[in-house]
Protein backbone atom coordinates (compact mmCIF):
# COMPACT_ATOMS: atom_id res chain seq x y z
CA UNK A 1 0.00 0.00 0.00
CA UNK A 2 2.76 2.73 0.76
CA UNK A 3 4.10 2.38 -2.55
CA UNK A 4 0.64 2.97 -4.08
CA UNK A 5 1.59 6.83 -3.14
CA UNK A 6 4.86 6.84 -4.36
CA UNK A 7 3.31 5.57 -7.38
CA UNK A 8 0.90 8.23 -7.52
CA UNK A 9 3.26 10.95 -7.29
CA UNK A 10 5.15 9.71 -9.44
CA UNK A 11 2.62 10.11 -12.27
CA UNK A 12 1.65 13.23 -11.48
CA UNK A 13 4.97 14.59 -11.65
CA UNK A 14 5.27 13.11 -14.91
CA UNK A 15 2.12 14.38 -16.37
CA UNK A 16 2.84 18.31 -14.74
CA UNK A 17 4.43 19.99 -17.62
CA UNK A 18 1.28 19.18 -19.65
CA UNK A 19 -1.62 19.88 -18.21
CA UNK A 20 -5.20 18.47 -19.79
CA UNK A 21 -8.22 19.92 -19.27
CA UNK A 22 -9.20 17.19 -16.52
CA UNK A 23 -5.72 18.85 -14.80
CA UNK A 24 -6.43 22.15 -14.87
CA UNK A 25 -10.00 21.27 -13.65
CA UNK A 26 -8.25 19.56 -10.51
CA UNK A 27 -6.28 22.58 -10.41
CA UNK A 28 -9.67 25.37 -10.58
CA UNK A 29 -10.83 23.11 -7.57
CA UNK A 30 -7.77 23.20 -5.31
CA UNK A 31 -7.79 27.38 -5.42
CA UNK A 32 -8.24 28.91 -2.42
CA UNK A 33 -10.83 30.88 -3.64
CA UNK A 34 -13.85 28.83 -1.81
CA UNK A 35 -16.38 27.78 -4.91
CA UNK A 36 -18.78 30.42 -3.59
CA UNK A 37 -16.59 33.46 -4.49
CA UNK A 38 -16.41 31.73 -7.85
CA UNK A 39 -20.00 32.66 -9.15
CA UNK A 40 -20.84 28.44 -9.44
CA UNK A 41 -24.15 27.62 -9.20
CA UNK A 42 -25.27 25.86 -6.90
CA UNK A 43 -22.06 25.83 -5.07
CA UNK A 44 -23.28 28.34 -1.83
CA UNK A 45 -23.86 25.12 -0.19
CA UNK A 46 -26.90 27.39 1.98
CA UNK A 47 -23.99 29.84 2.94
CA UNK A 48 -26.11 32.53 1.63
CA UNK A 49 -28.94 31.90 3.76
CA UNK A 50 -26.98 32.20 6.88
CA UNK A 51 -25.35 35.75 5.70
CA UNK A 52 -27.24 39.12 5.58
CA UNK A 53 -28.59 40.02 1.77
CA UNK A 54 -25.64 42.52 0.24
CA UNK A 55 -22.88 40.63 2.24
CA UNK A 56 -21.99 37.93 -0.02
CA UNK A 57 -19.43 40.08 -1.95
CA UNK A 58 -18.24 41.70 1.35
CA UNK A 59 -17.44 38.73 2.44
CA UNK A 60 -15.57 37.16 -0.64
CA UNK A 61 -13.38 40.57 -0.50
CA UNK A 62 -12.33 39.62 2.87
CA UNK A 63 -10.99 36.03 1.73
CA UNK A 64 -9.18 37.60 -0.92
CA UNK A 65 -7.80 40.11 1.51
CA UNK A 66 -6.70 37.63 3.81
CA UNK A 67 -4.55 35.17 1.41
CA UNK A 68 -3.28 38.62 -0.42
CA UNK A 69 -1.59 38.95 3.38
CA UNK A 70 -1.42 35.87 5.15
CA UNK A 71 2.51 35.36 3.98
CA UNK A 72 3.67 38.79 5.29
CA UNK A 73 1.05 40.00 7.52
CA UNK A 74 -0.55 37.46 8.85
CA UNK A 75 -2.18 39.17 12.11
CA UNK A 76 -4.13 41.10 9.55
CA UNK A 77 -5.22 37.93 7.35
CA UNK A 78 -7.02 36.48 10.86
CA UNK A 79 -8.76 39.59 11.61
CA UNK A 80 -10.31 39.33 7.89
CA UNK A 81 -11.11 35.18 8.71
CA UNK A 82 -12.90 36.88 11.67
CA UNK A 83 -14.50 39.29 9.68
CA UNK A 84 -15.29 37.14 7.49
CA UNK A 85 -16.49 34.64 9.92
CA UNK A 86 -18.98 37.53 11.13
CA UNK A 87 -20.81 37.58 8.38
CA UNK A 88 -21.09 33.96 7.39
CA UNK A 89 -20.29 32.28 10.69
CA UNK A 90 -17.52 29.56 10.99
CA UNK A 91 -17.89 27.68 7.35
CA UNK A 92 -14.94 25.78 6.57
CA UNK A 93 -13.04 28.00 4.06
CA UNK A 94 -12.98 30.77 6.61
CA UNK A 95 -11.68 28.22 9.49
CA UNK A 96 -8.75 27.08 6.67
CA UNK A 97 -7.96 30.75 6.52
CA UNK A 98 -7.77 31.50 10.55
CA UNK A 99 -5.81 28.27 10.81
CA UNK A 100 -3.30 29.02 8.42
CA UNK A 101 -2.99 32.25 9.69
CA UNK A 102 -2.55 31.10 13.48
CA UNK A 103 -0.32 28.74 12.14
CA UNK A 104 1.94 31.49 10.96
CA UNK A 105 1.66 33.25 14.39
CA UNK A 106 2.92 30.71 16.51
CA UNK A 107 -0.37 29.04 17.24
CA UNK A 108 0.02 25.28 16.31
CA UNK A 109 -3.02 23.75 18.87
CA UNK A 110 -5.30 26.91 17.77
CA UNK A 111 -4.52 26.14 13.73
CA UNK A 112 -5.10 22.59 14.19
CA UNK A 113 -8.21 22.85 16.20
CA UNK A 114 -9.46 25.25 12.96
CA UNK A 115 -8.27 22.61 10.31
CA UNK A 116 -9.80 19.48 12.30
CA UNK A 117 -13.34 21.18 11.90
CA UNK A 118 -13.11 22.42 8.74
CA UNK A 119 -12.07 18.64 7.24
CA UNK A 120 -15.15 17.40 9.56
CA UNK A 121 -17.19 20.40 7.72
CA UNK A 122 -16.39 20.03 4.21
CA UNK A 123 -14.15 17.34 3.19
CA UNK A 124 -13.14 18.86 0.29
CA UNK A 125 -11.61 22.13 2.37
CA UNK A 126 -8.30 21.30 1.62
CA UNK A 127 -8.32 20.67 -2.16
CA UNK A 128 -5.65 23.38 -1.99
CA UNK A 129 -2.55 21.58 -1.70
CA UNK A 130 -0.60 24.96 0.11
CA UNK A 131 -3.54 24.72 2.69
CA UNK A 132 -3.45 20.59 2.99
CA UNK A 133 0.63 21.47 3.95
CA UNK A 134 -0.43 23.97 6.75
CA UNK A 135 -2.61 21.43 8.07
CA UNK A 136 0.01 18.64 7.89
CA UNK A 137 2.53 20.78 9.49
CA UNK A 138 -0.37 21.65 12.36
CA UNK A 139 -1.09 17.73 12.78
CA UNK A 140 2.99 17.36 13.13
CA UNK A 141 3.29 19.64 16.20
CA UNK A 142 0.11 18.53 17.57
CA UNK A 143 -0.26 15.73 20.21
CA UNK A 144 -0.77 12.86 18.12
CA UNK A 145 1.94 13.73 15.19
CA UNK A 146 1.35 10.44 13.87
CA UNK A 147 -2.05 11.44 12.02
CA UNK A 148 0.26 13.94 9.25
CA UNK A 149 1.18 10.60 8.14
CA UNK A 150 -2.21 10.90 6.59
CA UNK A 151 -2.16 14.13 5.10
CA UNK A 152 1.19 14.19 3.67
CA UNK A 153 0.41 11.21 1.86
CA UNK A 154 -2.60 12.92 0.15
CA UNK A 155 -0.40 16.17 -0.02
CA UNK A 156 2.26 14.10 -2.24
CA UNK A 157 -0.40 13.34 -4.18
CA UNK A 158 -1.30 16.68 -5.52
CA UNK A 159 2.23 18.31 -5.37
CA UNK A 160 2.11 18.48 -9.43
CA UNK A 161 -0.35 21.36 -8.56
CA UNK A 162 2.15 23.93 -6.70
CA UNK A 163 3.85 25.88 -9.04
CA UNK A 164 6.63 26.62 -6.71
CA UNK A 165 9.89 23.70 -6.99
CA UNK A 166 11.16 24.66 -3.69
CA UNK A 167 7.78 23.60 -1.90
CA UNK A 168 7.45 20.52 -3.67
CA UNK A 169 10.59 19.48 -3.08
CA UNK A 170 10.25 20.90 0.99
CA UNK A 171 6.86 18.44 0.86
CA UNK A 172 8.32 15.78 -0.61
CA UNK A 173 11.44 15.59 2.11
CA UNK A 174 8.68 16.48 4.94
CA UNK A 175 6.07 13.43 3.96
CA UNK A 176 9.60 11.19 3.86
CA UNK A 177 10.65 12.35 6.94
CA UNK A 178 7.19 11.86 8.58
CA UNK A 179 6.71 8.29 7.14
CA UNK A 180 9.86 6.98 8.38
CA UNK A 181 8.86 7.84 11.86
CA UNK A 182 5.43 7.49 12.02
CA UNK A 183 4.22 4.43 9.41
CA UNK A 184 5.14 1.07 9.91
CA UNK A 185 7.57 -0.46 6.96
CA UNK A 186 7.90 3.25 5.91
CA UNK A 187 11.31 2.95 4.92
CA UNK A 188 10.82 2.33 1.17
CA UNK A 189 8.14 5.35 0.85
CA UNK A 190 10.56 7.42 2.71
CA UNK A 191 13.00 6.70 -0.09
CA UNK A 192 10.40 7.30 -3.16
CA UNK A 193 9.65 10.41 -1.74
CA UNK A 194 13.45 11.21 -1.24
CA UNK A 195 14.13 10.23 -5.15
CA UNK A 196 11.38 12.78 -6.06
CA UNK A 197 12.89 15.58 -4.10
CA UNK A 198 15.84 14.90 -5.73
CA UNK A 199 15.27 15.60 -8.74
CA UNK A 200 15.06 19.36 -7.96
CA UNK A 201 16.66 19.60 -4.81
CA UNK A 202 17.24 23.17 -4.68
CA UNK A 203 19.78 23.61 -1.84
CA UNK A 204 17.82 21.07 0.09
CA UNK A 205 20.32 18.04 -0.87
CA UNK A 206 21.61 18.19 3.09
CA UNK A 207 18.26 17.22 4.18
CA UNK A 208 17.40 14.72 1.44
CA UNK A 209 21.59 12.76 2.19
CA UNK A 210 21.02 13.13 5.52
CA UNK A 211 17.40 11.30 5.74
CA UNK A 212 18.56 8.65 3.12
CA UNK A 213 21.23 8.08 5.97
CA UNK A 214 18.98 7.80 8.92
CA UNK A 215 17.00 4.86 6.73
CA UNK A 216 19.85 2.65 6.21
CA UNK A 217 20.67 3.30 9.96
CA UNK A 218 17.43 2.01 10.83
CA UNK A 219 16.01 -0.62 8.16
CA UNK A 220 19.33 -1.85 7.34
CA UNK A 221 18.92 -1.26 3.98
CA UNK A 222 22.23 -1.26 2.09
CA UNK A 223 21.28 1.80 -0.01
CA UNK A 224 24.15 3.88 -1.78
CA UNK A 225 24.93 7.52 -0.69
CA UNK A 226 26.15 9.64 -3.26
CA UNK A 227 28.06 11.70 -0.97
CA UNK A 228 29.49 12.37 2.37
CA UNK A 229 27.26 12.65 5.05
CA UNK A 230 26.17 16.57 5.58
CA UNK A 231 27.66 18.57 8.10
CA UNK A 232 25.43 19.51 11.49
CA UNK A 233 25.72 23.09 10.38
CA UNK A 234 24.21 22.23 6.63
CA UNK A 235 20.67 20.96 8.58
CA UNK A 236 19.26 24.27 10.30
CA UNK A 237 15.73 23.57 12.24
CA UNK A 238 12.81 26.09 10.74
CA UNK A 239 11.75 28.61 12.75
CA UNK A 240 8.43 27.34 12.82
CA UNK A 241 5.44 25.20 11.23
CA UNK A 242 4.61 27.97 8.83
CA UNK A 243 8.87 28.47 8.07
CA UNK A 244 9.26 28.13 4.25
CA UNK A 245 12.99 27.93 4.81
CA UNK A 246 13.37 24.42 5.41
CA UNK A 247 11.46 21.15 5.87
CA UNK A 248 9.67 20.76 9.42
CA UNK A 249 10.60 17.25 10.44
CA UNK A 250 8.90 15.19 13.25
CA UNK A 251 9.82 16.12 16.84
CA UNK A 252 13.34 14.83 17.59
CA UNK A 253 14.28 13.46 13.97
CA UNK A 254 16.65 16.57 13.75
CA UNK A 255 18.34 15.31 16.77
CA UNK A 256 18.53 11.67 15.12
CA UNK A 257 19.93 13.03 11.57
CA UNK A 258 22.68 15.34 13.70
CA UNK A 259 23.44 11.62 15.27
CA UNK A 260 23.94 9.74 11.97
CA UNK A 261 25.69 12.20 10.00
CA UNK A 262 28.38 12.38 13.65
CA UNK A 263 28.44 8.68 14.58
CA UNK A 264 31.68 8.24 12.39
CA UNK A 265 33.36 11.13 13.05
CA UNK A 266 32.47 12.28 16.30
CA UNK A 267 31.39 9.56 18.20
CA UNK A 268 30.88 11.74 21.38
CA UNK A 269 28.62 14.61 19.77
CA UNK A 270 26.72 11.49 17.80
CA UNK A 271 25.70 9.55 21.54
CA UNK A 272 24.34 13.13 22.82
CA UNK A 273 22.32 13.94 19.33
CA UNK A 274 20.81 10.64 20.56
CA UNK A 275 20.12 11.71 23.95
CA UNK A 276 18.50 14.44 22.36
CA UNK A 277 16.45 12.37 20.09
CA UNK A 278 14.97 9.96 22.89
CA UNK A 279 13.97 13.38 25.06
CA UNK A 280 12.29 15.49 22.36
CA UNK A 281 10.70 12.77 20.20
CA UNK A 282 6.90 11.88 20.37
CA UNK A 283 5.94 8.69 21.50
CA UNK A 284 4.55 7.63 18.52
CA UNK A 285 8.12 7.77 17.08
CA UNK A 286 8.53 4.08 16.10
CA UNK A 287 12.07 3.95 16.69
CA UNK A 288 12.51 4.70 20.43
CA UNK A 289 13.92 0.98 21.14
CA UNK A 290 16.44 1.23 18.36
CA UNK A 291 17.67 4.64 19.16
CA UNK A 292 17.89 3.54 22.97
CA UNK A 293 19.80 0.83 21.82
CA UNK A 294 22.00 2.66 19.61
CA UNK A 295 22.36 5.14 22.41
CA UNK A 296 23.98 2.35 24.39
CA UNK A 297 26.30 1.22 21.30
CA UNK A 298 28.04 4.47 20.28
CA UNK A 299 31.09 4.61 22.07
CA UNK A 300 31.10 7.93 24.47
CA UNK A 301 34.47 9.26 23.49
CA UNK A 302 35.96 12.08 24.66
CA UNK A 303 35.62 13.91 21.16
CA UNK A 304 35.98 13.45 17.72
CA UNK A 305 36.98 10.28 16.31
CA UNK A 306 40.89 10.09 15.57
Avoid at 13 to 24: F, Q
Avoid at 31 to 47: N, T, W
Avoid at 76 to 84: D, F, K, S, T
Wanted: neutral net charge; proline residues 7%; hydrophobic residues 45%.
Amino acid sequence: MPLLWVSLAIALETHAGAPSNAHLATAALASPRPRECRGVQGSADGLWTRARAGDAQRYCDLLARGYARLSQTPAEALLAAEAAEALAGPVAQVRVLNGRAKLRLGQAAAALEQFVKAEAQDPDAFLDPKALHDYARAASLGPKPAESVRLYRMLVSRSALLDDTRERCVLQIEAAAHVLAYAPNGSDEALGYLAQARRESLGLSPWINALKLLIVERSGKSEHLASAPPSIAALTQPLSGASGDAPLLPAGELDALCAVVTEASDPSTSRQNWELFLSHASPDNLWLAQARKKRGEVPAGKGKAR
